[in-house]
Nanobody, 125 residues
Framework: QVQVVESGGGLVQAGGSLRLSCVASGSFFTLKDTRWYRQAPGKQRELVAGITSGGSTNYANAVKGRFAISRDDAKKTVYLQMNSLKPEDTAVYYC???????????????????WGQGTQVTVSS
């Protein structure tokens, strides 16, 4: 089973920047559409940004113009560059990735999506 691990979170002052990374690991797989979500205490998980396998991107209105999602397929990694951070960006950020994995023993592929464990982002005022 392919796994994804997020990193790059931390504590930053308002106006600062962070870059989150989502690294996928496993064998014989392709990383397809990938999304970043976040969940603040007492709130529902919300979509922050997404990127397709072709590189098309979409953003939540709250982060447009401040966040940028990108991918490096050679490194099986998706990034979230976060600039001009605000206290309301404080949350646990999760990576969600669609995976196409080759099951070598069966000579067939299977598709599924995976979630990471999350990385905490805290923005102080």
């Amino acid at each position: 089973q392919v796994q994804v691990v997020e990193s790059g979170g931390g504590l930053v002052q308002a106006g600062g920047s962070l870059r989150l990374s989502c690294v996928a690991s496993g064998s014989f797989f392709t990383l397809k559409d990938t999304r970043w979500y976040r969940q603040a205490p007492g709130k529902q998980r919300e979509l922050v940004a997404g990127i397709t396998s072709g590189g098309s991107t979409n953003y939540a209105n709250a982060v447009k113009g401040r966040f940028a999602i990108s991918r490096d397929d050679a490194k099986k990694t998706v990034y979230l560059q976060m600039n001009s951070l605000k206290p309301e960006d404080t949350a646990v950020y999760y990576c969600n990735a669609e995976i196409v994995e080759m099951v070598v023993a069966l000579s067939k592929t299977r598709e599924y999506d995976v979630w990471g464990q999350g990385t905490q982002v805290t923005v102080s005022s």
